[in-house]
């Protein structure tokens, strides 16, 4: 069993940057492919970012390359997205979550936190 926990959500205008935060308890964390997702309203859940429990490889959605980097540690158990140029359409309820030894681009999500809001203004 692994709980997540997300943080550093906000508001912030367009152009801005922001670092979203996703603590993990339990065992193994190293053993888990980690991934955030976002949810606008009115619209479908959408992947935006997976790093693999190594961290030697990293997955993004196109909306978000080289905007946004995922990283980990998994000596303090954390998950990190930092989102540089921020958008007004990056708009969302952002949910982290955790997959044992899951693929990046078919990370399906056996655990996910409660999720943080980003608001952008233009």
């Known amino acids: 069993q692994v709980q997540l926990v997300e943080s550093g959500g906000g508001l912030v205008q367009a152009g801005d940057s922001l670092r979203l935060s996703c603590a993990a308890s339990?065992?193994?964390?190293?053993?888990?492919?980690m991934a955030w997702f976002r949810q606008a309203p009115g619209k479908e859940r959408e992947f935006v970012a997976a790093?693999?429990?190594?961290?030697?490889?990293?997955y993004y959605t196109d909306s978000v390359k080289a905007r946004f980097t995922i990283s980990r540690d998994n000596a303090e158990n954390t998950v990190n997205l930092q989102m540089n140029s921020l958008k007004p359409e990056d708009t969302a309820f952002y949910y982290c979550?955790?997959?044992?030894?899951?693929?990046?681009?078919?990370?399906?999500?056996?655990?996910w936190g409660q999720g943080t809001q980003v608001i952008v203004s233009s």
């Open positions: 339990g065992r193994a964390f190293g053993s888990y492919t």
């Open positions: 790093i693999k429990w190594s961290a030697t490889s990293t």
């Open positions: 979550a955790a997959e044992k030894y899951g693929s990046l681009s078919g990370f399906r999500g056996d655990y």
